[in-house]
């Protein structure tokens, strides 16, 4: 799949310093539409700071990050406004809160009612809050939660709470999802429902970026794939080119001692 | 599912003597109240009349009564089984729990205040034995329990201490005064003492977990029978007629030692109705008929003023609004924000003093006198201008700095108050001595300080304002249901729940928080307005952090935790509370704070979710009571293979 003329979100050169750290160097990346881009890495690779990075959460310290061709705003409540949703590598629902109401408040930056609406409940307020409620109803049904909605979030088993937070994600309507590590601690049959879920959101026109360590997850789903290592981008591209880097292959796996034959061999991975 | 709980009785005794016991214990407790408990009217209340309860023989005959009742409902008499729907026992046990409750502390209560146990009449005598007899007999009707889970070891070692404290008390007095060591011994032989009067107490919860061991076992409701609406909507307005007698009673109480047994029977009948499934009952009849249940609580708060026959108890009563409804407000930003406000009350003193500057009081500076809808949109409007002003700098803060903030500026609103006298600033609020002689409202030609006749009961100042107050909660309570189950709503529980996941999804945290922060400070500052009418002055001291007596920020976020954060009926119960129980316990004189403070811990210790919980509160404290959740086997087994 080729990237169209606009990209949906454009990347360009997104360094972020804590103190003297560098946890992300002059990262760029393009998302195009419809498209799953997964970004892989080893641990402490700056995949999160990244996300961290794209959704507000931190303030590049260089770079810039554009959606739709507009730079965006670096706060997070604006750029789930402009359209993109993300979540958490560890889990965060709000526990104590039932599992429509996760929904319903994913549903925030796409309603308007304000304080004096609430009050005065005129019909206004009525309709717009019957439709949030089918829209819920509908991500919950499309993440098989229907039938739980009256749960308390922290009352789900795991791979439920993952799902709600997908479907709440997907309550703004964003254009773009960002994934932090979906299937972390899912057993093999859950991954594969979850890339299930991963196609058939983008079937809906989103298009995904997704933090993943399992390999087959990401290569089965993404039409491309960049590795991150110690805050730097080293290669991008589809599944052949991502699995014979070498650069790849010593950053997973530690680079062979001078004057041994490399015992990596291609039955790795 | 494995069992966890059993039902069987505490004291092995044959099922029909156990039910006949209770029942006789009930009855005798019952009859006790028509007998004369002690032989000198010296005691509050006149306990010397044969056939004629008064004061806590009422308590007793209600507590018998009740456990009759429920003895009888749950063995399915007929005609009585609407009392007792779940059929359990443990119901019962609670009742003539408070039957003892009630007994001991009357006994008590004689023998202490005329000096020794001489002074009870055979009626008191007979009233200590039905309690006994009632609790007795109820030990041996089969309760649900939990299996034994056994003591943890070090728990039995401490017990060890309990023989070694006679033993060190001897060892102390067996040795000469004289001795050098004897000193050493005597406060060895205390510390001792203490360390098991602490582990005695500590080891109370434990006790009565491995011996009583009550829990609760999940009993199907039956279907209750098909009652017509109006029959149902009848039996709400006698519940909430019930309830207004109860609560009108509670205000009422003369004298302390009413009161103390009003609570302590009160502690008791709740939690026996709702073992006994009435309870449950009854809130899902108010659930199908809501605007009935709205408009009969609304219609028995109103009728309070119509059952006093002074302004003794409306006073109190006007008080208590005042301070519930302000906590009603306070449990916007704490309850549902989860904001920590320390400087609460301010809010209340700027509503106060803004609705006092207006009032047209000699004192005050502006010699304007605004109608009173100008002065409560004044009041209400400057303090939600205070409510942003402090807000907008501070509400960036989170937890901890923010609570440390708003307790600063709880107290530079008093102190400047304090300053603005003349001599230290300029002459606004005339510093300690407040603003004096506000005038009474005076509302479409009704003057709210004159006694008024309706319906042939005379209605005092304070049942006018009552009323006024009564209007202003309920605007409080119309808001608060309105917004807390909307948008804005669920915008500040997640706020609350996580802010960073908040943000995420769209929801600018600063600006709900500001909200949240002014829609309460509006809100306290409507009832402020009042405040200033009804009390005639107002003066900084009024406004502090922490005092003995309500309002204040303490007592105010105390009233929250205590009701239940993010309901509406639970700042309002927890408001009442704390409001009587000083009120009512000035006959402690000295001990009264520390018999408050008792009284809250036991509290929070017995329902750390408050009295009346949210759903979501009740659920986050008593999780052991959630059935296990399928929480996966499934997911443990990570793809360490993939």
Known sequence: MTTTATPLLEVTGVTMRFGGLTAVNDVSLTVGEGEIIGLIGPNGAGKTTFFNCLTGLYVPTEGAVRYRGTLLPPRPHLVTQAGIARTFQNIRLFANMTVLENVLVGRHSRTKEGIFSAILRGPGYHRAEAESREKAMELLAFTGLADKADHLARNLPYGEQRKLEIARALASDPGLLLLDEPTAGMNPQETRAAEELVFAIRDRGVSILVIEHDMRFIFNLCDRTAVLVQGQKIVEGDRETVQNDERVITAYLGAPLEGTTPAVTETDQ | ?642
């Open chain 2, 1 to 642: 599912m494995t069992t966890t709980t059993e039902t069987t009785p505490v004291i092995p005794l044959p099922a029909r003597a156990a039910t006949a016991l209770t029942g006789l214990g009930a009855l005798t407790t019952a009859a006790s109240a028509a007998l004369p408990w002690t032989w000198t009217s010296d005691f509050p209340g006149d306990l010397t009349y044969a056939g004629s309860p008064a004061g806590l023989q009422w308590l007793a005959l209600t507590a018998g009564l009740l456990t009759l009742v429920l003895l009888l409902a749950t063995h399915g008499t007929p005609g009585l089984r609407w009392a007792a729907p779940t059929r359990s026992h443990n119901g019962v046990l609670y009742a003539a729990t408070g039957a003892l409750a009630v007994s001991v502390f009357s006994v008590t209560a004689i023998a202490v205040e005329l000096g020794g146990l001489a002074n009870l009449e055979p009626g008191g005598w007979i009233l200590a034995a039905g309690g006994l007899l009632t609790v007795l007999g109820a030990l041996g009707l089969p309760l649900d329990r939990r299996i034994r889970v056994p003591l943890r070891t070090l728990d039995r070692r401490l017990f060890l201490l309990v023989p070694a404290a006679p033993l060190g008390w001897f060892g102390a007095h067996a040795i000469p005064g004289d001795q050098p060591v004897a000193p050493v011994m005597t406060a060895l032989a205390g510390a001792l003492a203490l360390a098991t009067g602490a582990v005695l107490l500590l080891q109370l919860g434990h006790l009565a977990n491995t011996w009583l061991r009550l829990g609760t076992i999940a009993r199907p409701l039956p279907a209750p029978r098909q009652l017509p609406s109006w029959a149902e909507v009848l039996i709400i307005v006698l519940a909430f007629g019930l309830g207004l007698f109860a609560i009108t009673f509670g205000i009422d109480t003369e004298y302390g030692e009413l009161f103390t047994g009003y609570l302590l029977l009160a502690a008791f009948v709740v939690p026996a109705l709702t073992r006994s499934g009435l309870l449950a009952r009854l809130r899902a009849l108010t659930v199908k008929h809501r605007p009935v249940t709205t408009g009969a609580a609304f219609a028995a708060a109103a009728s309070f003023p119509f059952t006093q026959t002074s302004d003794q108890y409306t006073s109190v009563a006007t008080n208590i609004l005042i301070f519930a409804t302000v906590a009603l407000g306070l449990n916007i930003v704490v309850g549902l924000a989860g904001l920590l406000d320390l400087g609460y009350v301010a809010f209340l003193g700027v509503g106060a003093y803004a609705a006092a500057l207006v009032s047209g009081s000699p004192a005050s500076p502006i010699h304007v006198q605004f109608p009173f809808w100008a002065a409560m949109l004044t009041g209400a409007a400057v303090s939600m201008v205070f409510g942003v002003l402090i807000g907008a700098p501070t509400l960036r803060l989170r937890g901890d700095y923010l609570a440390i903030v708003t307790l600063g500026f709880g107290e530079i609103f008093r102190i400047t108050m304090l300053n603005l006298n003349g001599t230290t600033g300029p002459k606004v609020t005339n510093g300690s001595n407040g603003i004096p002689r506000i005038p009474d409202l005076e509302i479409l030609g009704f003057d709210l300080g004159k006694t008024h006749t309706v319906a042939g009961i005379e209605l005092g100042r304070f049942s006018n304002y009552y009323l006024l107050m009564l209007l202003v909660t309920a605007l409080v309570v119309l808001v608060f249901a309105r917004v807390g189950n909307s948008r804005i709503g669920r915008a500040w529980v997640a706020i609350r729940e996580d802010e960073t996941a908040a943000e995420a999804m769209g929801i600018n945290g600063f600006r709900l928080k500001l909200l949240a922060f002014a829609l309460g400070a509006c809100l306290a500052g409507l009832a402020g307005t009042v405040q200033a009418h009804v009390s005639y002055t107002v003066t900084p001291d009024q406004y502090t952090f922490a005092e003995a007596l309500p309002p204040n920020s303490a007592f105010l976020l105390a009233a929250v935790i205590l009701g239940g954060m993010g309901t509406i009926s639970g700042p309002l119960a927890g408001a009442t509370l704390l409001f009587l129980i000083p009120k009512k316990l000035e006959f402690l004189s000295d001990y009264q704070l520390l018999a408050f403070g008792a009284a809250l811990i036991i509290l929070m210790r017995v329902r750390p979710e408050g009295l009346i919980p949210n759903r979501r509160r009740q659920l986050e404290f008593h999780e052991a009571a959630i059935p296990a959740q399928p929480t996966g086997d499934d997911a443990a087994l990570t793809k360490a293979g993939a």
